[in-house]
């Protein structure tokens, strides 16, 4: 699952897109200290904005998420669920 490069590349661009698209400045401090080997990402849910920044700050590199079970079976999220998320209850 995690060795398609296109994909995380494609979700990348979606990432900084939806980022340029809200036309506020997103300046990210300490980008250079993040670890380049595994790493857990906590997001604090502060706003909507979570999921885009800390997806950008993967840079395209093969990372997945945990996700609440519920939405497995949306039809949309669904195919992107199944393939880079671990549904938790």
């Known amino acids: ?4 490069r296109l994909f995380f590349q494609l979700l990348d661009v979606f990432f900084k897109l939806i980022l340029f698209a809200t036309w506020r400045p997103v ?8 670890p380049r080997n595994a790493a ?3 997001g604090n849910h502060q706003s909507s904005l979570d999921i885009p920044v800390m997806g950008s700050l993967c840079n395209g590199f093969p990372h997945v998420w945990l996700v609440l ?3 497995v079976d949306s039809p ?3 195919f992107f669920i199944r393939r880079m998320f671990i549904p938790v209850d």
Do not use: S
């Open 1 to 4: 699952r995690l060795d398609n």
């Open 27 to 34: 300046i990210i401090q300490g980008a250079e200290y993040l």
């Open 40 to 42: 857990i990402f906590v």
């Open 76 to 78: 949309v999220l669904g």
């Open 69 to 71: 079970a519920y939405y």
